[in-house]
């Protein structure tokens, strides 16, 4: 078995290693057998030496070459396009011979073919010898149909010897080729277990993660629940009804802070939250926290699929603010909240806000709210227009800053 054994090469991926061993141990196979039966019929068939002592001395040729460079692709074309030419011109000029082993010498260069050089090689390999085959058969099966002298003893030997021969590489073609396949199952599977505990571990993780964020979040509201309460007991010693009315303003916004922050930790999904659904009941809870008591119906409508957490906060925020002022400043009854949420392809939202009160006052460019939704504006990448009319009051904000 030393024999066999290849000569240390550089090749490190299995299916390389695999042809490279095949090429070597192929190559030995032929020249040991080659060079036994060319000694064989050296005795009594001058024409069946010179065929397989050619045999022989390709083999040597490419095992010599590849001993020495160890590039076995050269190595394999050389014997694939040697090994053809001799095996077709043994069909094709030497007459009077049944030709019985030669398709078996042509399936061993096609497998061989396909396994060291390719698919593409292998088509090649197998389209020459079918169109061979189809020739010879078209023009000179006829010339040996028939034996002109029936089989020696010695010759039907040298037949079995070669037709042994022929079956034991192609044999260990199949070999080789269930040990590579069942190598590159082996692997696959490995790899589908490592991707698998990967998967478990990464999900493990992100729902630490989630349970986290949502801790956080939930930790947030409630400090910012403190603060609101100390605010509101706080607000209790101001004396000016005017200072008293920016300081429940400044506690309102940090209730809408709280609700926000209440929604996020309620969410199952952090990273991406349905917008709709969000602030339909942000807006349904910052109207019953707020101290202006008046009966409000909201509709929101969005083609938004999710929006993500670093968005929707600032988003929020704007909406709340929005919201704020409708109730403080255009509903004196009831009222009508239209919200209309959209996307483009190129990741922008479009968001329209709409009322239908009649605003107590005109618009302050230098009020607090107003620049409130400036910054959230410029926080969002985007601008926004205002439109006050008789029927109510419409803003559009065109907005870029969306993360996935």
């Given at each position: 078995?030393?024999?066999?054994?290849?000569?240390?090469?550089?090749?490190?991926?299995f299916y390389d290693i695999?042809?490279?061993?095949?090429?070597?141990?192929?190559?030995?196979?032929?020249?040991?057998?080659?060079?036994?039966?060319?000694?064989?019929?050296?005795?009594?068939?001058?024409?069946?030496?010179?065929?397989?002592?050619?045999?022989?001395?390709?083999?040597?040729?490419?095992?010599t070459y590849l001993f020495v460079t160890k590039r076995f692709i050269?190595?394999?074309?050389?014997?694939v396009i040697a090994a053809l030419l001799l095996v077709i011109s043994s069909m094709f000029f030497v007459r009077n011979n049944p030709h019985i082993i030669e398709p078996l010498w042509l399936i061993i260069i096609a497998i061989f073919a396909y396994f060291n050089?390719?698919?593409?090689?292998?088509?090649?390999?197998?389209?020459?010898?079918?169109?061979?085959?189809?020739?010879?058969?078209?023009?000179?099966?006829?010339?040996?149909?028939?034996?002109?002298?029936?089989?020696?003893?010695?010759?039907?030997?040298g037949l079995i010897l070669e037709f042994s021969m022929c079956m034991f590489i192609i044999g260990y073609f199949i070999h080789i080729f269930i040990n590579t396949t069942?190598?590159?199952?082996?692997?696959?599977?490995?790899?589908?277990?490592?991707?698998?505990?990967?998967?478990?571990?990464?999900?493990?993780?992100?729902?630490?993660?989630?349970?986290?964020?949502?801790?956080?979040?939930?930790?947030?509201?409630?400090?910012?629940?403190?603060?609101?309460?100390?605010?509101?007991?706080?607000?209790?010693?101001?004396?000016?009804?005017?200072?008293?009315?920016?300081?429940?303003?400044?506690?309102?916004r940090v209730m809408t802070m709280s609700l926000i922050h209440q929604k996020m930790y309620q969410e199952k999904n952090l990273s991406q939250m349905d917008a709709s659904d969000y602030f339909?009941?942000?807006?349904?809870?910052?109207?019953?926290?707020?101290?202006?008591?008046?009966?409000?119906?909201?509709?929101?409508?969005?083609?938004?699929?999710?929006?993500?957490?670093?968005?929707?906060?600032p988003l929020a925020l704007l909406?709340?603010?929005?919201?704020?002022?409708?109730?403080?400043?255009?509903?004196?009854?009831?009222?009508?909240i239209q919200i209309t949420f959209s996307s483009n392809d190129d990741n922008q939202l479009k968001l329209i806000y709409e009322d239908n009160g009649s605003w107590k006052e005109q618009e302050n460019k230098a009020s607090f709210g107003l620049q409130l939704i400036e910054t959230l504006t410029e926080q969002l990448d985007g601008e926004y227009t205002r439109n006050s009319t008789e029927k109510g009051t419409q803003y559009i904000f065109n907005l870029s800053n969306l993360d996935d």
């Open positions: 078995m030393l024999f066999f054994k290849e000569p240390k090469h550089s090749y490190t991926d695999a042809r490279f061993n095949s090429a070597w141990r192929v190559n030995i196979i032929l020249c040991i057998g080659l060079f036994l039966i060319s000694t064989f019929f050296s005795f009594f068939s001058v024409i069946a030496f010179i065929q397989y002592f050619s045999g022989f001395l390709i083999s040597l040729t490419g095992l050269i190595v394999s074309y050389f014997n050089l390719g698919k593409t090689v292998g088509h090649a390999v197998l389209t020459i010898i079918s169109v061979s085959i189809s020739f010879y058969f078209y023009f000179f099966l006829n010339d040996n149909e028939t034996l002109q002298e029936p089989y020696s003893t010695m010759q039907l030997i069942a190598h590159a199952e082996g692997k696959f599977r490995q790899a589908n277990e490592e991707l698998n505990e990967q998967y478990k571990m990464i999900r493990l993780q992100n729902e630490e993660k989630t349970v986290l964020l949502q801790e956080i979040h939930h930790r947030v509201k409630n400090n910012l629940q403190v603060i609101t309460s100390l605010l509101r007991l706080q607000s209790a010693e101001i004396e000016s009804e005017d200072a008293k009315v920016h300081f429940n303003d400044a506690i309102n339909k009941t942000l807006i349904d809870d910052l109207i019953r926290s707020s101290s202006v008591q008046l009966p409000i119906q909201v509709n929101v409508t969005s083609n938004l699929d999710k929006v993500g957490s670093k968005t929707i906060v909406v709340a603010e929005l919201v704020s002022n409708s109730m403080k400043h255009a509903f004196e009854q009831q009222g009508n």
